[in-house]
């Protein structure tokens, strides 16, 4: 069965440094990527998705992620971390031809000033 | 505007009581999903659909319902049957389509006293 680990639980950044979050998943093909971020007691908005083609995409909020397929992942990445971004990222998985989607446990981000 | 609207953001219920959650979308979309969340568990999904008057388990069914008589609708009911129903509770939905996103409703907490 497929499924989305974040190994990353909770992580703490400076704001103005520059931020990483981890996502690996399992399936047989590459299915549809995507990150998620939720502010508390929110749903979920669109970060940015990966479908085919550029491996490295690009976001909304300056957010980019990078697939690589060797690796099974989907690592999510910010330049510049702004106080605004602290909340929690969802890495989700879609499968071609099915609408069946998969989440990770997500990573808590705390900004410090 | 469209979007997908959960209702009502808050809900408190007495322990063996049903309680119907709603959740109604105006994208057109033909799949929906309801996932639940829990600290430190990211989303864990309930039930999907595909179309109308079809619908499929997730990983956690035991204890929920849902009914998908409308395009537009997918209403989820917590039974008493289900052990610890305390959580908040996201909808979903998202175009069949090749390449599409989920897009997701505001949220309902569910609280059992």
């Known amino acids: 069965a497929q499924s989305v680990t974040q190994p990353d639980i909770h992580i703490t950044v400076s704001e103005g440094a520059s931020l990483e979050l981890r996502c690996n998943y399992s399936y047989g093909a590459t299915p549809y990527l995507f990150w998620y971020v939720q502010s508390p007691g929110q749903g979920l908005q669109l970060l940015l998705k990966y479908f085919s083609g550029d491996t490295l995409v690009q976001g909304i909020k300056g957010f980019e992620a990078e697939f690589k397929r060797s690796q099974s992942s989907f690592n999510l990445r910010k330049p510049s971390v702004h106080w605004s971004d602290a909340a929690e990222y969802f890495c989700?998985?879609?499968?071609?031809?099915?609408?069946?989607?998969?989440f990770g446990a997500g990573t808590r981000l705390t900004v410090k000033p | 505007d469209g979007g997908i609207t959960q209702s009502p953001k808050y809900l408190f219920r007495k322990e063996g009581q049903n309680v119907t959650l709603s959740c109604e979308q105006n994208l057109n979309h033909d799949a929906m999903y309801w996932y639940r969340q829990d600290p430190g568990q990211g989303l864990r999904l309930i039930y999907y659909s595909q179309i109308v008057n079809d619908f499929q388990k997730g990983d956690i069914a035991e204890g929920y319902s849902v009914s998908r008589e409308k395009k537009e609708s997918f209403p989820l009911t917590v039974t008493s049957a289900q052990k610890n129903p305390t959580a908040f509770y996201l909808c979903a939905s998202r175009s069949t389509g090749e390449n599409t996103e989920a897009f997701f409703g505001q949220g309902t907490r569910l609280t059992v006293v």
């Open positions: 989700a998985v879609g499968l071609h031809n099915n609408n069946d989607m998969r």
